[in-house]
């Protein structure tokens, strides 16, 4: 919720004349309906003009990658998402909650109403005091949990001190990825692959176990697949399978816990441009033409996605459970 929603829909509350209703409040207002948001018509964008499109600067970080450094700098809706009150009163984690997808998720979900807790790596500490500015100005609670996830210590200690913080969980977005690009299987040590395996894996598997028993039902639990997981590069052969588990575990978790009242569904984006890309989740030509093999021909920004995980995560999704929601500008489908 932005400032100029704050107002109208305060002026809405207090009945202010019809003359300004009619301005500012949402067709489903106008119609006698309950929406509780009051805006204008919704302007039409061309989603091939809408975001930047490749040649793309080379611009290599170090891991784990700062997004504030980008350029252009991801658009996690941070002006432009705007709320309506569909996780008003949850409580979700969200992990890798610092930069692109994870963030974009952390704003909508407090203009939607929601208290969020975000975990990061401790050295995205500029990216993450943004995000937890921005989920403070909606009034809600903005919780900053750095620490490393292949540690199944941290993990633990991660949903504990969200459960204690929120005072309760019922949203858990397991979105925080490594991804290392190899040209051949011969260049991947036995430490990259394994912290693949830790940060994709386990450390889900270890947050999802450790909350579960907070969760009540209505509870929603969302991870974040790939395109990787159907269509994968040869460039990502350790990464790209993580993926494939990601939306294997979302299936067979939707099966146990479906019985239970709690939904599980996985997001698959596909080329967003996000710090993972730069830090040397890919091969140097591909960062500069990034996305433009798209049918829009260009990436996705994080907040393109933003909606899919509110929707995922909102109760009106009730019959959504085991499913995968792609989004990856026409290509990498299943
Ligand atoms: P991102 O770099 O902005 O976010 C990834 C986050 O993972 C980091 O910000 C970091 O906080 C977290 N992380 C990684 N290792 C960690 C560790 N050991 N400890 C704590 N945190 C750790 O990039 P993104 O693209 O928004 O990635 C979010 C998710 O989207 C990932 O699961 C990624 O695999 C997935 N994804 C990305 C793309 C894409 O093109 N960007 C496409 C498909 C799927
Ligand atoms: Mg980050």
Redesign the pocket.
């Known amino acids: 919720m932005d400032q100029n929603d704050k107002i109208t829909r305060r002026q809405a509350v207090a009945g202010l004349g019809a003359t300004i209703a009619a301005v500012t409040v949402s067709p489903a207002l106008a119609m006698g309906g309950t929406g509780t948001t009051a805006r204008g018509p919704v302007k039409l964008d061309d989603p091939t003009t809408k975001y930047p499109k490749p040649p793309f600067k080379y611009q290599p970080q170090p891991w784990?990658?700062l997004?504030s450094q980008m350029v252009p700098r991801?658009d996690c809706g941070e002006t432009s998402y705007k709320g309506s009150g569909r996780l008003m009163g949850r409580k979700a984690l969200i992990?890798?909650?610092?930069?692109?997808?994870?963030?974009a998720a952390a704003i909508a979900y407090a203009r939607e109403g929601a208290d969020v807790a975000i975990?990061?790596?401790p050295t995205?500490e500029p990216?993450a005091k943004e995000v937890i500015a921005l989920i403070r100005a909606e009034g809600r609670k903005g919780i900053a949990i750095p620490?490393?996830?292949?540690d199944e210590a941290f993990c633990k200690q991660l949903v504990q001190r969200a459960v204690t913080e929120l005072g309760g969980l019922d949203i858990v977005v397991s979105?925080?990825?490594?991804?290392q690009a190899a040209s051949s299987i011969l260049d991947i040590t036995t430490e990259e692959f394994d912290?693949i395996m830790?940060?994709?894996i386990y450390?889900p598997f270890w947050i999802i176990r450790e909350a579960l028993p907070h969760l009540p039902p209505g509870s929603a639990i969302i991870g974040?697949?790939?395109?990787?997981a159907y269509d994968p590069d040869p460039w990502l052969y350790a990464?790209a399978q993580t993926?494939a588990a990601t939306m294997n575990y979302v299936k067979s978790l939707a099966k146990q816990l479906g019985p239970k009242g709690i939904r599980v569904n996985g997001v698959?984006?596909?080329?967003?441009?996000?710090?993972?890309?730069v830090?040397g989740?890919t091969t140097p030509d591909k960062q500069q033409t990034f996305g433009s093999w798209t049918v829009l021909g260009r990436?996705?920004m994080?907040v393109e996605l933003a909606s899919i995980y509110v929707q995922l995560a909102a109760t009106d999704a009730s019959f959504a459970t085991g499913q995968v929601y792609g989004s990856s500008g026409g290509v990498g489908q299943p």
């Open positions: 784990p990658g997004q991801p992990t890798g909650g610092d930069s692109g997808m994870g963030r975990n990061y790596y995205e990216d620490g490393d996830l292949r979105n925080a990825g490594r991804q912290a830790k940060t994709n450390a974040t697949t790939s395109e990787q990464y993926k698959a984006p596909g080329p967003v441009w996000t710090a993972l890309q830090s989740g990436p996705g994080p």
